[in-house]
């Protein structure tokens, strides 16, 4: 099992996008894929029609002795799993604060899944804090989509020294281009001669594109409904370069 | 919630097992399913209905090594071992899918319609078999699908298919699951003539022998050959060791003619287990001269094909045919009330504790004698020796306790296992180096192809001299005291008889 977690600093940069459809790539190869949708807002949860709603709350999903299963919902696709988002996850930091190992806590309860998945895509809230800690020790893989501006460069610095101020020399941190308007002179710049620090950063880039924003419309993978626009390729690609870096 | 179809496909699915009914005993049957998007393969369960690693291919699949790495291989390659997947059933499938739906149009529950008709059955009547319903939930909806099976029991009335489609097509066209197994199977009564049984034994592996020849002559897998070569063996030592039961004349033409079937069944059986060992030989080698080995597969292939021709014409001979249908009407003719033959008219139960006990003690005393420096033959005498203390356990299983014979039989087994690999281990080095020295001399096989071989043989020899130190605690731990007890126990006969048989 491979956990890939969806994260950036800064909101809005189509961390959710990726999560749902790399997800959705991956079950469509037939590997048992489960998301799982870390944010209150429940943005993961709503393109999936599912109730962004867990009976119990929080202290349900945290109950390391039940376990995640109860909380799991079938998908509209074969191989693809969901763990839905509760409001309460709002208070995911202060509850963690409380527990006994408070950075692992989120690593113990996924490790049970290590029979039933091939891959888990967690989708990120925005924001460093305790919860994305929990994310960093329980992930194999942190994909941080990065729009092409100065300031987004800035938090990638922030997220590295993060890291290595807290030895996670074991994550994988790919970072990759996204929502790229090379109409944009500053886009344009930026990806076609990234700056040093983005160590890690995998070729494929996905554009700004209307048929992504439309997943809200449909609420589907993109790949279901435009399977040929540039950004669902955009995906493919994305997806196919990570299982290289996995491989 | 409401229904909405999503397609309907047509199929054609075609159910494989091995002859031996491998997959089925497992709980299984692999389908094969040709559609729109190509030909895919799984294993479907009998009961629960449920599918395991469906998998994409773009080749005919025969043997479990012709599957990609993949869950499907890795579960077959146990149950399947070296036998051939042969076709059982071909169906036409029509499926509809349809999708249960929530408010949100979120797909809560699938249901698909299969209507199945069997192919290419002989019988002019349609075989169509009845619709069936497929309900499948969606994890974390099971109180909607309670609702679903709910509406399914009380509007549409439908029948619960507790037997699943795959027995219901292979009763509808008279296949019976698991009618062939390698096992003997035997259930005997203690005190039936010895007479009786040993009839019913010689006419249990005559049966076997027969129904393996098709596939022998068609040349399907390999194991057709081994099983008749073990109904051989298992009749000579019946023959070999019950004796004055059959008239002496009887005796001494069939043992002959045994003797002449193990004969003729030799030659392809080794070229059989060295293209299955093949592999392992090229695994042994150092990866830069893998390749080199190439050649000899091609020699042995050339050879098992001819050898395999010689059998097939050996099989159909007249004096194949002529023997096997007088071995039959023998083991068939009513018996006669009184015998002269000394040892006709004893009870199965005697004979049987006689026998086994005789060679218990046999095994013993020859494991035993051998030392470090025992020549190689000490340890096949004691390897054949097993092997029909084996099967005299295997003719009168049904006569002991299970669990303790079982318990015996496994022992025992461990202990053939070790020989086994020993004396294969031998034989391999005997015959590589005959096969090498032919090579040389029938193509003049390259200098890289010969030392690769005798890489082989090295190896072959390294294990060799493991295997044999591993000997002398494999048999302690076969001859300690509380098997020797459990033996004796089982098998010493109350009554020494055991002289009337020697
Ligand atoms: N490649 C793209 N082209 C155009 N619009 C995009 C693209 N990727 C994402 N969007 C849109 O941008 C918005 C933010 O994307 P998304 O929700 O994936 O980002 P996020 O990082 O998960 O945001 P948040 O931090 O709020 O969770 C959404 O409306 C989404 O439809
Ligand atoms: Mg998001």
């Given amino acids: ?21 790399l997800a959705y790539l991956a079950s469509r190869e037939g590997a048992r894929t489960l998301i799982m949708d870390l944010d209150p807002q429940g943005a993961a949860s709503f393109y999936f029609r599912v109730k962004p709603k867990i009976k119990g709350g929080l202290k349900t999903l945290m109950d390391s002795k039940q376990g995640l299963d109860e909380l799991i919902k079938g998908t509209d696709y074969a191989d693809l799993d969901l763990i839905p988002a509760d409001f309460s996850f709002r208070n995911m930091d202060l509850f963690l604060e409380d527990v006994k190992k408070p950075t692992r806590r989120l690593r113990k309860l996924l490790i049970n899944f290590d029979n039933d998945y091939d891959f888990v895509f ?16 329980a992930a194999d893989i942190l994909l941080v989509p990065t729009i092409p501006t100065i300031l987004s460069l800035r938090t990638y610095d922030q997220l590295l020294k993060f890291c290595k101020e807290n030895n996670l020399d074991d994550l994988l941190v790919l970072p990759f281009f996204s929502m790229v308007d090379m109409r944009k002179q500053l886009h344009r710049m ?21 048929d992504v924003e439309r997943m809200g419309l449909n609420r589907a993978a993109l790949a279901t409904y435009a399977p040929k626009c540039r950004a669902a390729l955009a995906y493919e690609l994305l997806w196919d370069e990570i299982k290289e870096c996995m491989s | 919630m409401h229904c909405e179809e999503l397609h309907t496909k047509v199929l054609q699915r075609t159910y494989f097992d091995s002859f031996d009914w491998r997959i089925y005993c497992a709980g299984g049957v692999i389908e094969e399913e040709i559609g729109t998007s190509g030909v895919s393969l799984r294993w479907r369960n009998v009961v629960p209905i449920e599918t395991f690693g469906n998998i994409s291919i773009n080749k005919k699949i025969r043997f479990v090594w012709d599957l990609p790495v993949c869950s499907l291989r890795e579960r077959l390659e146990p149950i399947l071992d070296v036998r051939a997947l042969l076709p059982l059933l071909c169906m036409n499938c029509q499926a509809h899918g349809l999708i249960v739906l929530n408010k949100d149009k979120k797909t809560v529950a699938r249901l698909s319609i299969e209507e199945n008709r069997i192919l290419g059955s002989t019988k002019s009547k349609s075989l169509k078999l009845p619709a069936i319903l497929y309900a499948e939930s969606v994890k974390g909806y099971d109180t909607v699908f309670k609702e679903i099976l709910q509406v399914i029991d009380q509007q549409l009335a439908l029948e619960v298919d507790d037997q699943g489609m795959v027995q219901r097509a292979m009763a509808a066209v008279e296949l019976q699951p698991a009618s062939y197994s390698s096992n003997l199977n035997l259930l005997l009564s203690p005190e039936t003539h010895i007479e009786v049984v040993m009839r019913n034994i010689l006419l249990r592996l005559l049966e076997m022998m027969q129904v393996n020849e098709r596939g022998i002559r068609s040349n399907l897998d390999s194991e057709f050959l081994h099983d008749f070569r073990i109904a051989v063996r298992r009749s000579r030592t019946a023959l070999g060791q019950i004796k ?50 190439d050649p000899f597969y091609y020699f042995l292939m050339k050879h098992q094909t001819i050898e395999h021709k010689k059998l097939v014409m050996h099989l159909e001979s007249a004096r194949y045919i002529k023997m096997t249908a007088a071995w039959l009407a023998y083991l068939k003719a009513p018996l006669s009330e009184r015998t002269t033959l000394p040892n006709a008219h004893c009870s199965t139960l005697d004979v049987a504790n006689s026998r086994i006990w005789h060679m218990v003690r046999r095994v013993v005393k020859e494991g035993e004698a ?7 033959g000490d340890l096949h005498q004691l ?8 099967y005299l356990m ?8 299970t669990e303790e014979i079982n318990k015996l039989i496994n022992t025992l087994k461990l202990l053939q296992n070790k020989l086994g690999q020993y004396q294969d281990i031998h034989i391999q080095i005997a015959s590589l180096e005959t096969y090498r020295t032919q090579m040389k001399s029938e193509s003049g096989a390259a200098d890289r192809t010969l030392v690769a071989i005798d890489i082989v043989i090295q190896t072959l020899e390294q294990r060799q001299s ?23 126990r089982l098998f010493k006969p109350k009554i020494q008889k055991d002289t009337l048989f020697q």
Avoid at chain 1, 1 to 21: E, H, P, R, S
Avoid at chain 2, 370 to 376: E, K, N, Q, T, Y
């Fill in chain 2, 244 to 293: 004055g039961v059959l008239p002496h004349k009887i005796w001494v033409r069939f043992s002959r003619k045994f003797e002449w079937l193990g004969e003729i069944t030799g030659p392809t059986r080794d070229l059989d287990v060295y293209l299955l060992n093949f592999v392992a030989y090229k695994k042994s080698l150092p990866l830069p001269v893998r390749d080199d080995l």
């Fill in chain 2, 370 to 376: 051998i030392s470090a420096s025992s020549p190689p």
């Fill in chain 2, 466 to 488: 493991h295997v044999r130190k591993m000997f002398k605690s494999r048999f302690a731990a076969f001859a300690e005291i509380k098997n020797r007890v459990a033996f004796r």
């Fill in chain 1, 122 to 137: 967690l989708d990120c809230p925005p924001s460093i804090s305790l919860v994305s800690e929990n994310v960093f020790q």
């Fill in chain 1, 190 to 210: 930026i990806v076609e001669k990234p700056p040093k620090t983005l160590a890690g950063l995998l070729n494929t880039t996905i554009p700004y594109a209307s």
């Fill in chain 2, 394 to 401: 295997d003719f009168f299983r049904s006569l002991y306790p």
């Fill in chain 1, 1 to 21: 099992m491979k956990i890939i977690a969806c994260y950036n600093i800064k909101g809005g940069v189509g961390k959710t996008a990726t999560a749902v459809n």
């Fill in chain 2, 383 to 390: 390897r054949k020796s097993c092997k029909k203390l084996r």
